[in-house]
């Protein structure tokens, strides 16, 4: 994903990039190819960048288990400043260009970007109803979100409970 600014003109420029996601060294989860909307801004001495990132990822759900498609998607910016002979300090968003810099490549933004963009908790919808507690199927596929199997004999203390209570009376 790589930007030619060796004649770039002053003013707004956008492009269209596109990468493999394993040409970006994704992991497997990511499909596909990631896209990238760069707006550049450019000015005597420097380039403003704004980027719209979407990638697509396949996941297991954290709570059913099942495999599903979803859109990462990603906004960052970062400026890149002509500084000669600078000794400033480069940042995540923050590059130093030296006068004979005419590639600016953001592969690497773009894909930490999307990383952080991956939810911590993976699921398949919001409100996913998971998996029976007792028989393990998808409770997602039952209506009202609740399995029609037997429940399972009740635990012998509290059988043992049971009877205490019934001979009490
Ligand atoms: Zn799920
Ligand atoms: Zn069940």
Redesign the pocket.
């Known amino acids: 994903m790589k930007i030619n600014i060796s004649n770039l003109s002053e003013g707004v420029h956008e492009y269209e990039l596109s990468r493999s996601a394993e040409e970006l060294g994704l992991s497997e989860d990511f499909t596909g190819n990631v896209v990238a909307h760069a707006v550049l801004e450019k000015t005597t001495r420097q380039i403003l960048l704004r980027a719209k990132v979407r990638a697509q990822a396949v996941f297991q759900c954290d709570r059913c288990a099942n495999e599903f498609r979803s859109d990462i998607r990603s906004v960052f910016e970062a400026a890149y400043v002509w500084e000669a002979g600078s000794s400033g300090e480069e940042s995540d968003d923050f590059h130093i260009l030296s006068p004979d810099t005419n590639i600016i490549d953001i592969s690497k933004d773009v894909k930490e970007y999307t990383l952080l963009a991956v939810p911590l908790k993976l699921l398949c919808k919001e409100n996913c109803a998971g998996l029976?507690p007792?028989?393990g199927?998808n409770l997602n596929a039952m209506p009202n979100g609740i399995?029609t199997?037997p429940p399972k004999e009740m635990d012998s203390r509290w059988g043992a409970l049971e009877k205490l209570k019934k001979a009490a009376h």
Do not use: A, E, H, W
């Open positions: 029976c007792r028989c199927r399995c199997c």
